[in-house]
């Protein structure tokens, strides 16, 4: 339970931290306001002529008698939409991140130099087209696995009571986990530490994790909260990735939150 309380932690703490930059704030909004524009345009769009796409799928239920096909094309209809709502949350840290990479890169270093105990940050050494390879193919990865969770969900959804009780909670915790995946990548990557290896750190610290990405992607689920939350999201998962890397980590004094109001003011 320790390890619960203290993911938490570490993700108010990343909102404090952003709360006192607003500049890295205020930069780190971008991404996630394009990315959100990009998800209501498809969702809109699937929403409008979701009842035609289905009716075009399904042409084998075109003689099927009132009600009964209205009833089967307004359930598969309302099914596509609950599933791209479902991977939406779990796709939109990844192509968050993906185009905000520049972006995020710069604020985990900056939140590396404000808590290391000598001030510096570690650094990939690599050029941006190869951080930007590497991302996307990790992204692509892990969206790949969230996947195959989320249609394993889905399909035990049907399940009596099963699905309607133990399947949520498993949903929310598989979300939280790929989450801050994602999001302790950004520090992790420009540390050198690849997608095996950090798969391999985020299970053996599986509360500290939930603790972190539950909570995370339950506020994902409300409008434009993501949008807000993100920044905040990449500099707790930089702190957490400190912790999980075995890093020092400098611990604030309410003189440094000061001056940091201060700076960022």
């Keep these: ?3 619960l309380g203290t993911g938490f932690r570490y993700l108010l ?10 500049k ?6 971008i991404p996630g306001l394009i990315t959100l524009v990009l998800y209501a345009a498809a969702l809109t769009a699937l929403a409008l002529w979701g009842t035609d796409f289905v009716a075009w799928a399904t042409p084998f239920a075109d003689d099927w008698t009132s009600p009964w096909l209205g009833l ?7 099914v596509l939409f609950a599933l791209a709502l479902l991977l939406s949350v779990l796709t939109f840290t990844a192509v968050t991140l993906l185009l905000g990479q520049p972006f995020y890169e710069n604020l985990s270093e900056k939140v590396d130099r404000d808590v290391s105990p000598d001030g510096t940050a570690p650094e990939s050494g690599l050029p941006l087209w190869r951080e930007l390879l590497i991302s996307a193919r990790d992204s692509l990865r892990i969206v790949a696995r969230a996947l195959v969770w989320a249609v394993l969900l889905f399909a035990l959804g049907f ?8 399947v949520p909670v498993i949903g929310f915790l598989v979300t ?3 989450l801050t995946e994602e999001l302790t990548a950004v520090a992790m990557q420009r540390r050198g530490v690849v997608l095996r290896d950090r798969l391999a750190m985020l299970r053996s610290r599986k509360r500290l994790i939930w603790g972190f990405g539950t909570p995370l992607g339950l506020a994902f689920l409300v409008p434009f909260v993501a949008v807000f939350l993100m920044p905040g999201a990449v500099a707790g998962a930089t702190l957490m990735a400190r ?15 000061d001056q940091a109001a201060a700076v960022g003011r």
């Design 1 to 3: 339970m320790h390890d």
């Design 72 to 78: 089967f094309r307004g359930f598969l209809t309302a």
């Design 243 to 257: 912790d999980l890397l075995g890093e020092e980590t400098r611990e604030e004094s309410p003189d440094d939150e």
């Design 159 to 166: 399940v009596p009571f099963i699905g309607q009780t133990v």
């Design 13 to 22: 703490r990343g909102q404090r931290w952003v709360a006192r930059h607003g």
């Design 24 to 29: 890295q704030f205020g930069f780190g909004l």
């Design 176 to 178: 939280g986990f790929f």
